[in-house]
Every structure is written in C-alpha cells, then in structure tokens.
C-alpha cells in the first residue's frame, strides 16, 4: 500500500510548517500530488435528481462481510433499479478508546481489512461501473479515531479543551476526536484525502457523515477542489438537511431529516395530518435551484439500527410501502437501505455483534419494488415534473406534470379504509393505472389500509 502511495499526503501541511509567512491562498495553491488513474472514469453518474442510491453495510451485507460478497451481489442490486451505490465507511476503525464503529477512522488512505483489500475494492466499483452503477464512499471528515496517526504528528490539527485535551464532538462519542477546520492544513489534508479514492479507486462521490461539524469554508473549498478533477462526474451527498449544503456548498443532495420524522413521528405513530408533508416541501425547496434534491428514505444504518425496521416504524409491510412511495415520488432523490428489499425482518447492525441479512427471497416484495423503481426511472415526470399537493388528513396526494406526461398518486397513510374526493382540478376522466395501462375509476374513491395507486394520463 505505502508503496503505492505515490505522493505525499501532508504536502500543502508541510509547506505551512515549513514557512509561516505562506498564507491560506498559497496552500490552497499548492499542487496535489495524486496517485496514477486506476481504470477509466465512469461516464454515467447520474444527476442527482436521477439518482437511485443503495445503502451497502458491509458488516451486515453477507455472513462474510466483505467487498466480494457485495460484488456477488451486484446483479440483484442492479435488477432493482439501482444507479448508485453508497459504501458505509471503508477506512480501518480506531483501536484506542473503540466502541468497534465504522465512523471512528484511523486511517483514511487505507482499506479496512476485515471487508479485503484496495485490489477487492477496485473489483467491486469496476463490477459496479460495468452495471452502469457510479460507487459513492462515506467520508468521515468531521472527527478521526484517538489514534490517528494526526493526533501525535499533528495535535494542533485538533480541537481542545480548556485543560489541553482533545475534544469529544459529543460526549457519547467517547471514540473520536475532533479536528479543527479553521486550520488551513486540516483542510488541505482532507482535501488530498478525499482526492486519493477517485485517483486509487476509481469513485465517483462521496456521502459526507455528520456534515454539520466542518465548516461551511472547508466544503466550499473542497468539493470546488474534487469537482474540477478531469474526466471524473462526481456526485456529492451531505448527511445534513439544512439548504446551504446546495444553495451555497455545492452538494447536489442533502438527506431530509424534516421529512422521516415528519412521516414517522407525526403522520404514523400520532396520526397527525398528511399534509403537513406540504410543509416539509415547501420548507426544502423554496428559491432552491432547479437540480436540488433531498435525499428520501424509510431506512437508513441509523434508523434501522437505533428505532426499527421499515415495517416497524410503518405499521407492517403495506404501511412500508404506501410511505416509500411518498418518499421515492413526492419529490425527492429515494435511498433504499441493504436488506429493506426483501423485507429482512431483523435490524441489521453497523458495529458489535455481526447479524447478516438474510436474503430468502420475499418475491412479491422485491418485485414490487423493482416495479416502483422502474417506473420512477422512466419518467421524468416523476423526478422532475411539477409537483401539485392534493393531500387530505389521511391521504398523500400530488401530480408530478413535465409536459404533456402527467402522473397521480394517491397514498392512504393510515390502517383503514378511506374515503378520497379527487378534486376538480385533477378531474377523475382520463387516467390510467401506471403499471398495466387499466382505466381508474375515481368517482366515489375508497382507498383501502395503506393502499396505493399510481395513475398516468
């Protein structure tokens, strides 16, 4: 690995300690040193808007837990409809004060060796590239383990406290330290970092964990950085809901907090009305740039693992799936977690004790979502048509319009039978189920216990 590591990681750190008197322009000036290209950048990263991504945790992907169970598996994340590929932190984890989590990086130029090695990394995203799937990493930038290689070369890179102690960003987190963004050398080093995976791997993006710690300069800085590589699209995902991440940061997606809760906490477990969805969009998409999205899901590795399964959260399978239809169509870029698929009844964990999923195929479950997949992927519409809310209390309506293309969905969110009046301005004339073309009768609508329907005009 050292050998090939053709550059030097600490160059525009080096130059500032070296002479003082350079500023923050010269670092920011100072040439990057990168790795030859492994393999050929991948021309089909989608747009955000365009975008599918898929949730990969190794560590209960497989009984193994490696990059070759999830290359074996490339075909069945493909046949979903799948266009990107999120990696959960691949970097060695922290033995000093560890608590086994992935978001605790030692080494952040290095392979994990319990998922393999770079060469098993590079066959997974050239498996993935040949599929037409781009690969995202999850960069952990905001904090490194105890026993980072920085905190005895570089202590000042650090935040401390008022005894001189490095800083715990939050107190539970007792594994990580936190690094100090004002420093132009942090930033410059992050920055060669995160420049080394596209060169060494071959990525096409990055999902950055926790991105309300660095500041706001670092990202402006570095994704302006990443984006001006030649040759490499590269698709930029902010675990953060705030609208400065694409208004000002240059992200093309944000996740959407706001809008599980909102589904999870108060329309489901409160029955509280649907429309304060309507909300959540407004809130999100006001003066943003047409390309913005939120990224949209009902499971992630957080949510899975500290509140419940889709189907827990969601009153069972049919509630699942009424709310991912609202999260895949409403207007958002959808992100489906490892295992949602088949309806894996366990929650799969992301550190301590391994409990792989468990693949027996659920066929109509799988198919069902491959059919809502297919459908998003082909039709504009619903990526990036016109939203219209039609929502009641009970029920998620709205048409997605690109030109003559016009699509309505109706989603009862609740384990009843309800009653829907389809408003004039949608009228009840003209539609047609999405999946088999059947005319819809929508006078006198009764929309069954989380039942959905899918219409085009």
């Known amino acids: 690995m050292k050998k090939a590591f053709r550059y030097s990681l600490l160059l525009p750190a080096w130059l500032a300690w070296a002479n003082p008197c350079l500023g923050q322009t010269a670092i920011k000036k ?57 990696l959960m932190p691949v970097f060695p984890i922290g033995k000093l004060r560890a608590v086994d989590s992935p978001f605790a990086v030692q080494n952040y130029t290095a392979v994990n060796p319990e998922f393999g090695t770079l060469a098993d990394l590079r066959t997974l995203v050239d498996g993935a590239h040949a599929r037409s799937m781009a690969v995202m990493l999850d960069w952990v930038g905001n904090h490194t383990s105890f026993d980072h290689a920085w905190v005895t ?12 102690a490095i800083v ?15 420093k132009p ?20 993006g990055y999902r950055f ?38 208004l000002r940061g240059g992200f093309d997606l944000c996740y959407d907090f ?19 969805i309507d909300s959540v969009n407004a809130a999100n998409y006001r003066n943003a740039p047409p390309n913005a999205r939120m990224l949209r899901y009902t499971s992630n590795h957080d949510i899975n693992a500290w509140e419940g399964t889709p189907q827990q959260l969601f009153g069972g399978e049919r509630g699942a799936m009424a709310a991912f239809v609202v999260a895949a169509y409403m207007r958002a870029t959808p992100m489906i977690y490892n295992g949602q698929e088949v ?47 039609y929502s009641s209390n009970d029920v998620c309506a709205f048409t997605k319009i690109d030109g ?54």
Request: no cysteine; net charge positive; charged share 20%.
């Open 168 to 182: 715990n960003p939050i107190p539970e987190w007792k594994d990580i330290a936190q690094l100090n963004f004002a």
């Open 30 to 86: 100072a040439a990057y040193r990168d790795p030859a290209q492994y393999g050929e950048p991948f021309a089909g990263v989608p747009d955000g808007p365009n975008a599918t991504i898929y949730q990969v945790n190794m560590r209960g992907f497989s009984k193994e837990g490696t990059f070759k169970a999830v290359t074996a598996r490339l075909d069945s994340i493909k046949a979903l409809g799948v266009n990107v590929v999120y």
């Open 404 to 457: 003559q293309e016009q699509v309505l969905v109706l989603a009862n969110l609740r384990n009843a039978a309800v009653n829907y009046q389809v408003p004039d301005a949608v009228g009840s004339a003209g539609w047609r189920n999405a999946f088999d073309g059947q005319p819809a009768a929508l006078n006198n609508l009764t929309l069954q216990p989380y039942q959905y329907l899918i219409l085009k005009k």
């Open 153 to 164: 070369q570089h202590p000042d890179w650090y935040v401390h406290d008022a005894a001189g």
């Open 185 to 204: 050398a942090v930033r410059a080093a992050m920055i060669q970092a995160l420049r080394y995976w596209v060169f060494a791997a071959n990525i096409d």
């Open 343 to 389: 309806g894996h009844a366990e929650r799969v964990p992301f550190m301590g004790p391994r409990k792989p999923i468990d693949w027996t195929p659920n066929p109509a479950l799988t198919q069902e979502y491959k059919r809502l997949l297919r459908l998003r992927n082909g039709s504009n519409a619903i990526r990036n048509g016109a939203l219209a809310s």
């Open 209 to 246: 964990d926790y991105a309300d710690g660095p500041t706001q300069e670092f990202f402006t800085e570095a994704l302006a950085n990443l984006h001006a590589i030649p040759r490499h699209k590269l698709l930029m995902l902010a675990e953060g809901d705030k609208k400065k991440y694409y």
């Open 258 to 276: 706001g809008f599980l809760n909102i589904l999870n906490h108060e329309v489901f477990a409160r029955n509280k009305s649907v429309r304060l």
